[in-house]
């Protein structure tokens, strides 16, 4: 039996803001509850709500730019940098820049949507 496992077929999770959302493990793909790894393309102009989220999130940049305002503070990540959020902390995610950034984000526990308090 086999120590390891391939994953060929990302769960793509379904988005109505033109996010392209690719799961490779997780909940969603495997079940797995511990860990998320997610293959992510947020379009230019896109940005999500406020939220707090309770689960550690980090990002790496691939390519374009992805703006972060944590706790107040503006950050912008570039290709090739990377961050860790702290559970519990209030996060807004976007790309307010004219061209799409693609990143791979990491989350533990597993991204689930009772794990994220979204503002309105």
Known sequence: MAKY????NPFVV???DGK???EHFGLASDGNSQISIAHMIAPAGWSEPFQIPEFDEYTFIIKGKKQFIIEGETIVLEAGQSIK??????VQYSNPFTEPCEYLAVCTPAFSMDLVNRED
């Open 20 to 22: 392209v959302i690719e």
């Open 14 to 16: 379904p988005t109505n």
């Open 5 to 8: 496992t391939i994953q060929k």
């Open 85 to 90: 959020i702290e559970k519990n902390t209030r």
